[in-house]
T-cell receptor, first 113, second 112 residues
Framework: SAVISQKPSRDICQRGTSLTIQCQVD?????MFWYRQQPGQSLTLIAT?????????ESGFVIDKFPISRPNLTFSTLTVSNMSPEDSSIYLC??????????FGPGTRLTVL | EDKVVQSPLSLVVHEGDTVTLNCSYE??????LLWYKQEKKAPTFLFML????IEKKSGRLSSILDKKELFSILNITATQTGDSAVYLC????????????FGAGTQVVVTP
């Protein structure tokens, strides 16, 4: 499986600010996925990030709130903009291998005060 | 609407017991069903089941997929305290490439 790293591991932020989360993979992958897990909830897909094209957002998530960059086949960023306490969650990036198995990065635990 | 339902929501067992976790799903065009173990932040991949691979086994863990009845089972035998975690079931369909739709998870606590 691919080795996935995320930065930061955790952060505490003030409302109204923005945080950019980085995801690095040790091999080239076509699609990268960003998920959110709110406290006590299961995982929900935010968007799919393809290299060289705009990210595809799921219903309920918009680009202005969660802008995504995908500059190459091993890296992506997710920004959480104009944060509110409701954005407190674990944010996870995920990649899929050639067998369609999906693996997750270590996650970023975000707390918004 | 596609849906994944896991049961039970939580259970407590003693070390050495066998645990059976259930995952039922409703999907228009099924592609695969995946099981994950989540201890802290990141889900760890356990198994993927598809039409061409309906049974998987790794050590004390095993899983089956019943495509006719639309459910999957994850079994853990001879449980250890290290098996304590939330176990997540997720499904993909051919309509939404790569998107994992998760169930609520089953919290398993293994006591010494």
């Amino acid at each position: 499986s691919a080795v996935i790293s995320q930065k930061p591991s955790r952060d505490i932020c003030q409302r109204g600010t923005s945080l950019t989360i980085q995801c690095q993979v040790d091999s080239q992958v076509t699609m990268m996925f960003w998920y959110r897990q709110q406290p006590g909830q299961s995982l929900t897909l935010i968007a799919t990030a393809n290299q060289g094209s705009e990210a595809t957002y799921e219903s309920g998530f918009v680009i202005d709130k969660f802008p995504i960059s995908r500059p190459n086949l091993t890296f992506s960023t997710l920004t959480v903009s104009n944060m509110s306490p409701e954005d407190s969650s674990i944010y996870l990036c995920s990649v899929r291998n050639n067998y369609n198995e999906q693996f997750f990065g270590p996650g970023t635990r975000l707390t918004v005060l | 609407e596609d849906k994944v339902v896991q049961s039970p929501l939580s259970l407590v067992v003693h070390e050495g017991d066998t645990v059976t976790l259930n995952c039922s799903y409703e999907v228009t065009n099924f592609r695969s069903l995946l099981w994950y173990k989540q201890e802290k932040k990141a889900p760890t991949f356990l198994f993927m089941l598809t039409s061409s691979g309906i049974e998987k086994k790794s050590g004390r863990l095993s899983s089956i997929l019943d495509k006719k009845e639309l459910f999957s089972i994850l079994n853990i035998t001879a449980t250890q305290t290290g098996d304590s975690a939330v176990y997540l079931c997720a499904m993909t369909s051919t309509d939404s490439w790569g998107k994992l739709q998760f169930g609520a998870g089953t919290q398993v606590v293994v006591t010494p």
